[in-house]
Nanobody, 124 residues
Framework: QVQLVESGGGLVQAGNSLRLSCADS????????MGWFRQAPGKEREFVAA????????AYGDSVKGRFTISRDNAKNLAYLQMNSLKPEDTAVYYC?????????????????WGQGTQVTVSS
C-alpha cells in the first residue's frame, strides 16, 4: 500500500520560498511518476508539477513555471517541490500524488495515490 505524507507547508511572505516534501511511507508498491497539485478555496484542483519515475522528465503548470522545481529521491522514496518567489495567489492546499505508471502526467484522474495535503499560505 502506498501512503503519501506531505510536509513543509506553512505561512510565508510574498517573495520568499518554501520546500514541500512528500514521503511514501508504504514502501510495498513500486510507484511511478509523482506530481503536485493544489486547490484553493472555491477552485478546482490545479496541476502544479510532475516528475517521471526516473526523474528525467518534468512538467509544470503555466502559473509556476520558472518559480517552482520538482525533484525526487528514489532511494529515499521522497519527492520535493521547491517553491521560490511565492505570490499570494499560490495560497492553497498542496497535494502530493503518485501513479503506478512511469510517465509524468498533468491530470488528477491519472494518479492512483494521494496524500492528505499541506496548507501553504502566502501573505502580501
Amino acid at each position: 500500500q502506498v501512503q503519501l505524507v506531505e510536509s513543509g507547508g506553512g505561512l510565508v511572505q510574498a517573495g520568499n520560498s518554501l520546500r514541500l516534501s512528500c514521503a511514501d511511507s508504504g514502501r510495498t508498491v513500486s510507484i511511478g511518476a509523482m506530481g503536485w497539485f493544489r486547490q484553493a478555496p472555491g477552485k478546482e484542483r490545479e496541476f502544479v508539477a510532475a516528475v517521471s519515475r526516473s526523474g528525467g522528465i518534468t512538467a509544470y503548470g503555466d502559473s509556476v513555471k520558472g518559480r517552482f522545481t520538482i525533484s525526487r529521491d528514489n532511494a529515499k522514496n521522497l519527492a520535493y517541490l521547491q517553491m521560490n518567489s511565492l505570490k499570494p495567489e499560490d495560497t492553497a492546499v498542496y497535494y502530493c500524488a503518485a501513479r503506478r505508471l512511469a510517465g509524468a502526467t498533468t491530470t488528477p484522474n491519472t494518479y492512483d495515490y494521494w496524500g492528505q495535503g499541506t496548507q501553504v499560505t502566502v501573505s502580501s
